[in-house]
Structure formats: C-alpha cells, structure tokens
C-alpha cells in the first residue's frame, strides 16, 4: 500500500502507471515527473518511465488490506487512458467490487472512452467516479460523467486554469478544487475559486477546497476566505 498525501485520499493503488498528455491540464503533470525520478531511481514498476505499463501483479493489492481505507486508483495514470484494454479495467473493476472493505476513487480526463466502456463494468457501491474539468473547455465532461452508473461522481477542478461558470450540478455529489503545482506551476484566481464555491453552496453540493498551489504549495496552504473547506459526499457512507 502506499499511503497518500493527497488531502482528499487515504492511499493510493496503481495497477497501471503511465499516460500521455490529453489536454492542458497535463502541461505540467506531476505524475510524469515523479515516474521520471522513480525511473531513475531504479523502481520496478517505472523500469519503463511514463509509458503505459499494466501491473498484473498489483491486480490483488487492496484485498489485502484489512482496515477501511479511501483508495485513489491509477493516481500515476488514466485508468480509461486508449492504451489500457477493455479486459484489464474489468479485472480492475473486480477488484474494487471484492474489497468492499474500501472505497475507491478514479478519475479521468477521458469521459468519452468512459462512456463508451462503462455498460461493460460492474458498478459496486463502494467506486466513486470522477471526471476533470481543469478549464470551461472541457464542461461536456460533467455531462458525459452525469450518464455514468456509478453510486458517487466527483469533479476535480484542478488544476483550475480558468473560470468556469454555469456548472451543472444535479447528480454530482462532490466538487473538489485545486490550483496547480510545482515548478512551471500556473496561477489560479481566487474570484475563480469563490464562484466554483458559491455555485455549490446555491446546489447543496459538497465542496472540497485542496489547495492554492504555486511552487511552494504548503507554504500557500488550502483556506479560502479564512476557512478550510473540507466538505465530502453527503451519500458517501454505504448500504
């Protein structure tokens, strides 16, 4: 297991590592950088750096964790990425649905292979769906993931390069927001944040604000307006 840093996630589960840039919110991807170093530093599993690579003996990871834990999956990958076949996301998908135990988190940048596999996946209770919508170009996502069978769906803004007004949030059940990090990191504006914030006020929509970000993103920290928004899933606890 690898625990997580990562304010919204306990660990984290790779069963793939590996993607390749999709739309602006990759530029600067983080998950790129530290495959690199870990490559260098003569990790197995990066032995082939960012290129897609399927882990087939990590398919079984989570079901030997025994206590409950918030799992994000493929944090270092796409898990709907072209690259990864129909066969492996469903044995992907298996595991989550045997360790009930846990509740798994995914997300993607590729709404529209997500909708165009997800009638051939199991959707257990405990699989969270989220897609990222980084800037107003990319809204259509919020639709596509709205058609997805899955018992909770998230939104990741982040990171958040634009404003983005007139979202729909009928039968999303979470929104997270984050500015982006790192050294080439861009900047993100608070009017930005407050009106994603105030649009999930106006919907009842739990808001989850990550962090501001820059190159010194601890130093930044995460409070919006002199509060920490830490707000999660009303439906979040299963039956």
Not at 5 to 25: H, L, M, Q, R, Y
Not at 36 to 58: E, I, P, W
Not at 100 to 105: A, N, S
Request: proline share 5%; net charge neutral; with cysteine.
């Amino acid at each position: 297991m690898a625990s997580s840093k990562i304010e919204w996630t306990d660990a984290t589960w790779n069963p793939v590592t590996g993607c390749s840039k999709f739309s602006i919110g990759c530029i600067n991807c983080y998950a790129e950088r530290m495959a690199l170093r870990l490559q260098s530093m003569g990790v197995a599993n990066y032995k082939n750096g960012f290129d897609v690579t399927l882990h087939h003996d990590c398919l079984a990871t989570p079901l030997s964790w025994k206590s409950p834990k918030m799992v994000f999956v493929n944090s270092m990958s796409d898990i709907f990425h072209e690259d990864i076949p129909l066969e492996f996301i469903k044995k992907i998908f298996v595991t989550i649905s045997l360790a009930k135990q846990h509740t798994f988190q995914l997300l993607t940048k590729r709404a529209e292979r997500l909708q165009e596999l997800q009638e051939h996946l199991p959707w257990p209770k405990n699989l969270w769906m989220g897609v990222t919508v980084e800037h107003s170009d990319y809204m259509h996502r919020v639709d596509i993931l709205r058609s997805a069978p899955a018992h909770i769906k998230f939104l990741s803004l982040e990171p958040l390069l634009s404003p983005i007004h007139g979202l729909d949030l009928s039968e999303i059940s979470w929104v997270i927001v984050g500015g982006e990090s790192g050294p080439s990191a861009r900047g993100m504006d608070i009017d930005w944040v407050r009106d994603i914030r105030d649009q999930c006020i106006a919907a009842d929509t739990p808001f989850f604000f990550k962090q501001w970000g820059g190159t010194n993103k601890k130093k930044a920290g995460r409070e919006l307006d002199g509060k920490v928004w830490d707000q999660w899933p009303k439906n979040m606890v299963l039956s």
